[in-house]
């Protein structure tokens, strides 16, 4: 064990809990300080002509008669070679949809690993995006709770965005109110994820195994023992952060609705319960028998745990399958002979457990207007959110120009241009953090010609049966995907606590997950009543009293 690179970790994170801190006061009025949001001087007067109760709107399908800027987050994935906020795309949204309606449209880049500390940052300076966004409602309702949110005019949004309200008006008028306020807009969310973990199978079958042959845990830690004694290599394992959905595979089935409303939180860790401990004593089996990246806590994004795969330092790796991710034509170049296969759910539950995960929320990206935003500038929202639902504008930001990066089969699916370079280029997951206002999947009328179009759209060339096993497997295992709870109310001490615990959570399961074997129980009950004390024992307090008063669904 590197201790010092370990401390090392554990202090970045204090500094990083510390600065939140700093940045996460109240927001709850409008700046009038030099060098904040660029608009964010008083409302201009053109911006409502009438009252909204008469649901009359001023019309600007001709254009502001002044330049309004509107400032769009995206998510600065670290991309090689990508300028999140000036590329092709950037410019043609100025062009196709700035230009027309006299708006300057600004992308904001927010680091997809560290989005929360990113927007704490950028609200506390009034620098914040128009669109503030989260995947996770906790989020979100944390977000209100600090009165950085406006209250929104719902017959606006159908005024200036008829094409999105029709699509999301359903989804808006469940989700949208927090408190009785009309808060939150949402992306729609079709019932698909391209989410998928790849193994060597070249690597499997060097050890005198198959693919099919791992079955569960145990299986696949026999496997990885395997690669260790033939010096092949490890599994891969990273740093728990952000997202804390790491253990539904030890959870038991079925789910008691009020236990999983208790203690499973996308946001705040969950480190006390028997599912956690299961876990916990399995990556310390992993970690102390040298069956898995022993530098795994440094690992803090993906770009690293694909660095060790592409490298063949580890035989796993968990991504976003797309068409033109470059992981696996990286790995071929170290190594030609490298062979891929999909390894099922069921692969990582222990023997008598089912391969439960997450299921996501009817809706996509959670998104509310920015506190700080004129009238002028949330009128923009909607009429940008309307262009960008038009069929044609969606499909061209999804799949670029059509003789350059795709050509169009007889049933109007696109052909993806494996090898173009050229300047109108996707991102590597094809412009997804640009579209993902509207929909989180490519979607089409029809189920097999959806499917055929995720095929192509998430399977790099030649590589076809990664995406046809990644759907069949999300298909065998759907029973088992539940969703989080909803809480019709603010959680305070979750946003009280949530950020010190964040950070207190990955000093103690690195912790469990480094101790000796045999000094494991102790490690752990430690580390269990340390994250009781620092404000989780308040948090479950507070979500009890919640649930016992059915503000939860």
Known sequence: MNLKKVSLVVLALMMVSSLLAACSNNNSSKSSNSGTKESAAPTNSESKTNSAAEGEYADYSKGFSEKVTLELPVYERAFEGWNVTDNYYTRWIQKEFGDKYNINVKFVPITRKGEVTDYEQLLASHNAPDIIFHYDMPQALAYYSEDVMQELDLNEIAYYAPAYWNNMQDTIKQYGQVDGKNTFFFAARPDADNSVLLIRKDWVEKVGMKVEDITSMEKYNELLMKWKEAGIGTGAEGLKQNNYNFNYNFRDWPIIKEERALYSDLGVADLTTPATERYLRNLNYQYNNGLIDKEFYLRGDAEKTKAQFVAGNTGTFNLYLTNNTDVIEATLKNDPKADFAVLPRASLV??????????????????????????????????????????????????????????????????????????????????????????????????????????????PPGYEYLAEDMLENYAETAEYRTPDALFSVVLEKVNEYKTDLNTLFQELYIKCALAPEDQFDAVYEAAKKTYLDAGYQEILDEKQQAIDTGLFN
Not at 407 to 419: A, F, R
């Open 350 to 459: 222990p023997e008598g457990y089912k391969p439960q995960a997450r299921a996501y929320w009817p809706f996509g990206l959670i998104m509310g207007i920015n506190y700080d935003s004129t009238d002028l500038e949330r009128i923009a929202v909607w009429m940008y959110l309307d262009w960008l639902s038009q069929p044609e504008n969606l499909f061209f930001m999804q799949n670029g120009v059509e003789g350059q990066n795709y050509t169009l089969d007889t049933e109007g699916i696109p052909v993806v241009n494996s090898d173009f370079k050229g300047d109108s280029v996707l991102a590597q997951n094809n412009n997804k953090d640009y579209w993902a206002l509207i929909t989180e999947m490519v979607q089409y009328d029809d189920p097999e010609t959806t499917r055929k179009a995720y095929i192509r759209q998430w399977a």
